[in-house]
């Protein structure tokens, strides 16, 4: 198990190590509590079982939950919650979630609730799950009247990102990891480019890990990993969800050095850089649909609800990223425009 990486998330008495390679996820057994005499795996059926580790000489239940955004709901945690009482799950056992993103948010939110609050740790099986929803200790679910409106903070005692679950994930998921991974190179202002795939899964827990560490309830600069994120939740609504999230981050980031651009905070030299993270690292797309209207787009991301009272964006300076409020309207749409025209010869 030596190409194993551990990377810490240091918060005092809930510290945790992420533990990042090929096969990791056999080391977490030793990383739950030893009291945990009961493990509820939390998963879908579309995940691998092999992914699942082998918890030998504990009681382990094992509960499907759906695929796809409709069942990270509230009765799909009132089922696991009977599941976990009809098992005998007491306060010092422990939840295990082994998916992508929308599997360890909701075994999150159900160990956060259970007993109020009992230990859950998790096997990341998607690259966005690696790389941000398993890290941090966000939990929740969706109610009809918004994505991600009912949860709490409630930290992980143990993640495993383990590589072996990317040997099956389809590529359209993949994309939506690397859209997340992109926005990584901005935060530190490092090359991870030359690193390999692993190198850079823990580079980007480590930097969410020590974002997190300073900042867990998301009062400063954790807003940070939102970079890109403005334009890309304007992108999936506008485009009637068919362009994943992932997708649309991809083309958020570079619309964001764009408008940090038309602001003067950045010069061409950066507005490349990201051009040649998100299109040359990862392979995705920079373009801005051309049938999304720039009006549209706008009075999307005047409804941000991270836009506190006016527009609100994450951008690039020479000092490195930070939360601007009250951008002009006028100087967005010249963004739109240079985004638009960018290495389209006249
Ligand atoms: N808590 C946070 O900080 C945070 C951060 C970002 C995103 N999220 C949440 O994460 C969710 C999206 O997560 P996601 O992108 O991982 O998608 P997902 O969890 O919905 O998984 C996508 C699909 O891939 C399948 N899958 C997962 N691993 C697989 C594997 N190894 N092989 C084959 N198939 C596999 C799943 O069954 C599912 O069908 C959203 O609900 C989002 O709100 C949370």
Redesign the pocket.
């Known amino acids: 198990m030596s190409d194993v990486r551990t990377v810490r998330v240091e918060l005092g008495d809930r510290s945790y190590p992420v533990v990042v390679g090929r096969g990791a996820r056999h080391e977490l057994p030793s990383l739950i509590p030893n009291g945990s005499r009961r493990v509820a795996i939390v998963t ?5 079982a092999v ?1 699942i580790p082998a918890f030998a000489g504990r009681d382990v239940h094992r509960f499907v939950i759906g ?3 409709d069942h ?1 709901s509230l009765s799909t945690i009132e089922e696991l919650m009977r599941g976990f009482s009809r098992a005998g799950l007491t306060r010092t056992d422990c939840v295990v979630g082994v ?7 909701v075994a ?1 939110f159900a160990a956060a609730s259970y007993h109020r609050g009992i230990p859950v740790a998790h096997v990341a ?5 690696m790389v ?5 200790g ?3 679910v ?1 109610i009809p009247e918004g ?2 409106l009912v949860g709490a903070f409630w930290q992980p005692c143990a993640v495993a990102c383990d590589t072996d ?6 590529e359209s ?1 993949s994309r ?2 690397r859209g ?1 991974m992109a926005k990584y190179h901005f935060i530190v202002r490092e090359d991870l480019s030359t690193q390999s795939l692993e190198e850079r899964i823990a580079a980007c827990v480590r930097i969410k890990a020590e974002v997190v560490a300073g900042d867990e309830r998301e009062s400063g600069r954790r807003a940070l990993l939102n970079y890109g994120h403005t334009l890309a939740h304007a992108i999936e609504v506008n485009s009637g969800w068919t362009i994943a ?2 997708e649309a981050v991809a083309i958020g980031l570079v619309f964001a050095a764009h408008l940090a651009h038309v602001l003067g905070r950045i010069d061409d030299r950066r507005v490349a850089d990201h051009y040649a993270v998100v299109k040359d690292t990862y392979g995705l797309s920079t373009a801005l649909p051309k049938d999304l209207d720039d009006d549209a787009l706008i009075e999307s991301m005047k409804r941000d609800k991270k836009a506190l009272s006016s527009l609100t964006f994450v951008l690039d300076s020479r000092d490195g990223l930070e939360v601007i409020e009250g951008i002009d309207e006028a100087k967005i749409r010249d963004a739109l425009k240079a985004h638009r025209g960018y290495g389209v010869s006249s």
């Not at 998916?99 to 948010?105: I, Q």
């Open positions: 879908q059926e579309s995940i691998p992914l695929d796809g955004e990270k998916g992508g993103g929308l599997v360890t948010d999150g099986t998607t690259l966005l799950a941000d929803a398993a890290i941090g966000k939990t929740g969706n994505k991600n679950a990317l040997d099956t994930l389809p998921e939506c990891g997340e999230h992932g």
